[in-house]
């Protein structure tokens, strides 16, 4: 925002922002959302303006972020450490887009029983636990349990040893 005007630019999917278009301030988004409007995959914005009842969607999301060395690379999930557990272990894992991000823990027989992480991120580096609990706070028994990391169309699946 600048002398009560914003200027907002159009991605045009190269990382090259374009078509910059000022608007007054009274018009900016009072409120953003990032959802998948479309069920394509991909992040969208949308922006309501409530003053003026406007509504602004944005597809795909135009997003440039600047990182030292330029972006992570790859896609990755980590082996959990330690491994066999009990009662804590760690996750490490990597993206390279933006986007709506998933690590779930199952059992053998595919029943899901913790969401650890649902959520957009950025591209990165994370690291995250698991406390041998399900969704509700109950202990888990000793066994092995299957941990996946969903990202856009990837996805990767490793094994963990839960020992009580």
């Given amino acids: 925002s600048n002398n009560g005007r914003w200027r907002c630019y159009e991605n045009d999917g190269d990382g090259n922002f374009i078509n910059p278009a000022d608007y007054p301030a009274s018009k900016a ?3 953003a959302v990032f959802h998948d409007r479309d069920r394509d995959g991909d992040l969208d914005l949308t922006c309501i303006d409530e003053l003026d009842d406007l509504l602004f969607i ?3 999301l135009p997003l440039s972020l600047p990182y030292p060395g330029g972006p992570p690379s790859g896609f990755a999930l980590g082996q959990n450490y330690p491994n066999p557990f009990n009662p804590l272990t760690n996750f490490g894992f990597r993206i390279s887009d933006f986007g709506f991000v998933k690590l779930e823990i199952f059992d053998l027989s595919g029943r899901k029983i913790r ?3 649902s959520e957009p991120m950025v591209p990165g580096t994370y690291e995250t636990q698991w ?3 399900d969704d509700v706070g109950a202990l888990m028994a000793s ?3 299957l941990y996946r990391l969903q990202a856009g ?3 990767q699946v490793r094994k963990m040893v839960l020992v009580r």
């Fill in 153 to 155: 169309a990837l996805s």
């Fill in 143 to 145: 066994g092995v349990y």
């Fill in 131 to 133: 406390d041998g609990r």
């Fill in 58 to 60: 944005f597809e795909p």
């Fill in 115 to 117: 969401t650890l992480r």
């Fill in 29 to 31: 988004a009072s409120c």
